[in-house]
């Protein structure tokens, strides 16, 4: 199989389609499963050699992996990055980023409303290794996040935008702030993905994203990704290489199969999620709808700034009728499945106040913008028009 150069000329589709390859020697248009723990040597120097090579891809297959090489290739060249690292999970590359980066001690600014997980880790390392964490309340305030960026920082976290409320932050006042504090910025592209957002190329140190969402796109792999300098991804690496947070050869597949429609998808559930939030902040039945597509939003100007070809597939919106009505509309619902998670081909909705957030602390929830009708809505590939009638009878059925 010949060998493909990468270009910069190409786009986000043909870079997803052909970036990768670089492993495939055989004839194969898409490249075998490796489904190995392990690699035979040709000699005893071939092991040493290995044993100093950084993510050797044919030696044990938690240093790495000829499909975990693969899929890599293809996200630093759709996050416009030098490197890149999976793992077996969004939150693995997220603790892998906080073990890399972090010691104890350490000041970390990241956002209120920030992914559930990502701010249980941080919580459980204020109690285990004394990191202080300083969390942003409103992320278009750069006030706020310069009084925090007042003390000795040694990480900056952003969601672009967050989970669940789709908050934007200003990605280039962010960099600019963490430049002249010399602050390392990570930003959680998982909401954006590398199709609406590069971080990267907005001076960005590192992007991380929970590849289980629109990276793999079916909802069938569990996976994380982490993009950046070389230097960067190569610290990582040594951390996970100790660690463990290792993908499976058939779920690095899966998730590389996943990528080649990547834009495809991302577009398509982007231009419905529009088409949606527009219809429905003209609803009777619903008080606001969270949107960064909607000119009503208070980031909506930052977000035609650093998102392009359209603002993502989730929206969030606040049912009239509160904690009962946003849980029976949920249950109301006939084609969209009732669920965590987003980013694959079908429609996923969740109530957070009954759900995920059912056990938060009330105080909490409304820093977060939990409120007891809020429901976070991840858009799939599915014909708008039956996602508008699934959510009209689920409408009556809340009457």
């Known amino acids: 199989m010949k060998k493909k150069p990468v270009t910069t000329t190409w786009g986000p589709t043909t870079k997803a389609v052909h ?35 950084i993510e050797p891809s044919t030696f044990y297959t938690r240093w790495g992996n000829p499909n975990f090489a693969e899929v890599e290739s293809v996200i630093a060249a759709l996050e416009g990055a030098e490197r890149a690292l999976v793992t077996s999970s969004g939150m693995a590359a997220t603790a892998t980023l906080f073990e ?6 350490d000041h970390v600014i990241a956002p209120a409303a920030s992914y559930l997980g990502t701010e249980l880790l941080l919580k459980h390392l204020i109690e285990t290794k004394n990191i202080k964490v300083t969390f942003i309340h409103n992320t278009l305030d750069m006030d706020e996040w310069e009084r925090a ?16 409320t789709l908050a934007i932050t200003d990605i280039g006042k962010i960099v600019q702030l963490a430049q002249r504090h010399h602050i390392k910025t ?10 609406h957002t590069r971080p990267l190329e907005w001076g960005i140190d590192l992007s991380m994203s929970s590849a289980t969402k629109y990276l793999g796109g079916h909802s069938d792999v569990t996976a994380g990704a982490i993009a950046g ?7 990582c690496w040594k951390v996970a290489r100790l660690t463990g947070p290792t993908m499976d ?15 495809l998808r991302v577009l398509r559930s982007s231009a419905s999620a529009m088409a949606l939030a527009l219809w429905l902040n003209e609803h009777p039945q619903v008080e606001r709808v969270d949107y960064p597509g909607l ?11 650093q998102m392009q070809d ?15 009505a946003g849980a029976r509309f949920c249950e109301s619902l006939q084609m969209v499945y009732r669920a965590v998670s987003l980013g694959g081909v079908e429609s996923l909705i969740q109530h957070p106040a009954s759900m995920t957030h059912i056990f938060v602390d009330e105080a909490v929830k409304k820093t977060l913008g939990i409120t007891p009708g809020l429901l976070r809505f991840a858009t799939g590939i599915e014909d708008i028009q039956d996602i508008q009638s699934d959510f009209e009878q689920a409408f009556r059925a809340v009457l």
């Open 149 to 164: 960026a007042s003390v000795p920082t040694k990480l900056l976290w952003i969601e672009t935008p967050s989970n669940p």
């Open 100 to 105: 890399t980066f972090l010691q104890t001690g």
């Open 310 to 324: 359209g603002f993502g597939g989730v929206l969030s919106f606040q049912i009239k009728g509160g904690l009962e």
């Open 229 to 235: 300098s070389d230097a960067d991804i190569t610290a």
């Open 295 to 305: 000119a009503s939003h208070p980031g909506h100007e930052i977000a035609k700034r």
């Open 249 to 263: 050869p058939i779920g690095a597949w899966l998730l590389h199969r996943g990528i080649k429609t990547l834009a």
């Open 19 to 53: 970036a990768g390859m670089h492993e495939n020697t055989s004839r194969s248009v898409t490249t075998p499963i490796y489904q190995t723990s392990t690699f035979e040597l040709q000699e005893n120097r071939e092991g040493a050699e290995f044993a100093n090579t």
């Open 186 to 195: 990570v930003a959680d592209n998982t909401f954006a993905s590398p199709i």
